[in-house]
């Protein structure tokens, strides 16, 4: 359960890094990042398996490329769920998204090794 708590707030912290890195993400508060990480979580264990699912020939046909797409719309899809979390356009959620997932696997990695 502990590892949970850290993971969340992991991400949570990596939505409060990226206003620094990209201009077009703004995350007002520490509880909006705090919220956004949970529902990024929820989206992605449960939307996008699904969504991956429906557009594997693409995904396919794009050799595997489309799947920076898919990860935009999940993370575009969480700002009209959490207020104080907004992003400008849908570029900005892919590039966002990518860099998101880079600086949590990052500090995952740091934080837990190789065991998880």
């Not at 708590?5 to 990209?22: E, K």
């Not at 989206?43 to 996008?48: C, D, M, T």
């Not at 900005?92 to 998880?116: E, Q, R, T």
Request: hydrophobic share 70%; charged share 5%.
């Amino acid at each position: 359960m502990a590892v949970l708590l850290v993971r969340w707030l992991i991400n949570a912290l990596a939505l409060l890094a990226l206003p620094y890195l990209l201009p077009a993400i703004h995350v007002d508060s520490l509880g909006a990042a705090l919220v956004a990480a949970l529902v990024l979580g929820f989206i992605n264990s449960l939307i996008r398996p699904l969504f991956v699912l429906l557009t594997l020939p693409v995904t396919f046909l794009t050799l595997g490329l489309f799947i920076f797409v898919v990860n935009g719309l999940m993370f575009w899809f969480a700002t009209a769920f959490v207020p104080g979390f907004r992003v400008d356009g849908f570029w900005w959620a892919v590039l966002g998204a990518a860099i998101y997932a880079l600086i949590c696997w990052a500090v995952g990695s740091v934080i837990f090794g190789k065991k998880h």
